[in-house]
């Protein structure tokens, strides 16, 4: 069974800024086009081992209420992009989960 890209699912994308305050308005202009966001530090160990860490700042834009494809994606990565470079971030990349439809097919054929 290959995934149902035309279904509904969560999708994260992720991105990176140097201060509270480019992350924010990055997530700010992320969150009037629908995305519910978090800006968060990157954790403190991760810091501490990575000092040369330019964007300590994260920032996860998500959406639960769109397929992949024809349009979703491909137009989510461009404005990420766009408004990380906008506000002198950095777009890291996205992921999304299993439909539950899916999920339970992978669970049957687990047993």
Same mark, same amino acid.
């Given at each position: 069974?290959?995934?149902? +890209?035309? /279904?509904?699912?969560?999708? =994260?994308?992720? &991105?990176?800024? !140097?201060? #509270?305050?480019?992350?924010?308005?990055?997530?700010?202009? +992320?969150? /009037?086009?629908?995305?519910? =966001?978090?800006? &968060?530090?990157? !954790?403190? #160990?991760?810091?501490?081992?990575?000092?040369?860490?330019?964007?300590?700042?994260?920032?996860?834009?998500?959406?639960?209420?769109?397929?992949?494809?024809?349009?979703?994606?491909?137009?989510?990565?461009?404005?990420?992009?766009?408004?990380?470079?906008?506000?002198?971030?950095?777009?890291?990349?996205?992921?999304?989960?299993?439909?539950?439809?899916?999920?339970?097919?992978?669970?049957?054929?687990?047993?």
């Amino acid at each position: 069974m290959g995934a149902d +890209l035309q /279904a509904p699912r969560h999708t =994260v994308f992720y &991105a990176y800024f !140097p201060s #509270e305050a480019t992350g924010t308005a990055a997530a700010d202009a +992320l969150s /009037a086009e629908g995305f519910a =966001v978090t800006v &968060a530090p990157l !954790p403190e #160990e991760f810091l501490l081992e990575h000092r040369e860490a330019p964007n300590p700042w994260r920032v996860t834009a998500e959406r639960k209420d769109r397929a992949l494809i024809p349009d979703f994606l491909r137009d989510s990565v461009d404005r990420c992009t766009a408004i990380a470079h906008e506000f002198g971030g950095q777009y890291d990349g996205w992921e999304c989960g299993l439909t539950d439809a899916e999920a339970a097919a992978i669970e049957a054929q687990q047993k």
